[in-house]
């Protein structure tokens, strides 16, 4: 069966630090995978999603970028974070092509900029 | 792009009162839309999905319509009970763009 895995659980950096979140997926190849925020109280934002290997695709502009070294792991990074980088961060996957399925959400990071 | 439109934001039933929100979507070629729960502090996990060519759903107390017409969908849950009680987002999608869009969610409180 598929899992995902995403590290860390809470994380506590301050501002101007740099940042790196990864997430893993097990039992599924070529997977779409994608990252979201989510600030307290509220919805979910899509930051990046990637169909593929190099293959990003930003729908935030920010100062956070992803990155896909692997077919199933998927790196969100900052160099400098913002107080307003602060939330509740979820990476989710996929199956790839036009299959209609859910995504999987990992279990998140909660992220808190001091 | 795609937009989604979640109504209500908040929502309060007592127990064993139904309960629907309705999503509406933008984009004809959506043709996959997923329902997520989430309860405080966990991640998103799917309740119900449902897919174009389909009206309607059901999973016991979970039932899942669809008007491909109006473009609008919508999630009925039956006998409500306290532990339904979460945030539930609904979803468009296209499945050969690759993308989701979520509505903005729905607080579901389920008064004992």
């Known amino acids: 069966s598929q899992t995902i895995h995403q590290w860390p659980a809470t994380l506590v950096q301050p501002v101007g630090s740099p940042l790196s979140l990864e997430c893993t997926v097990e039992g599924t190849s070529n997977p779409n995978l994608y990252w979201y925020r989510q600030a307290a109280g509220r919805g979910l934002q899509l930051l990046f999603y990637?169909?593929?290997?190099?293959?990003i695709s930003s729908e935030v502009p920010q100062n956070l970028s992803a990155s896909r070294p692997q077919d199933r792991q998927f790196i969100l990074s900052s160099k400098k974070l913002l107080l307003s980088d602060s939330g509740f961060y979820l990476c989710?996957?996929?199956?790839?092509?036009?299959?209609?399925?859910?995504?999987?959400f990992g279990d998140g990071t909660r992220l808190s900029i001091l | 792009g795609e937009n989604v439109e979640q109504h209500p934001s908040t929502l309060s039933v007592q127990e064993g009162d139904s309960a629907v929100i309705k999503c509406t979507y933008s984009d004809s070629a959506s043709n996959y839309f997923p329902w997520y729960k989430q309860e405080l502090g966990k991640r998103p996990q799917l309740i119900i999905d449902?897919?174009?060519?389909?009206g309607e759903k059901k999973d016991q107390r979970i039932a899942v319509t669809l008007n491909k017409t109006a473009k609008h969908f919508s999630l009925h849950i039956t006998e409500t009970q306290p532990e339904d009680s979460a945030v539930y987002f609904c979803a468009a999608i296209v499945t050969n763009a690759g993308k989701s869009t979520f509505g903005d969610g729905t607080t579901l409180t389920v008064k004992p």
């Open positions: 989710a996957w996929k199956g790839g092509g036009a299959e209609r399925s859910p995504q999987h």
């Open positions: 449902i897919r174009s060519n389909v």
């Open positions: 990637s169909v593929g290997i190099g293959q």
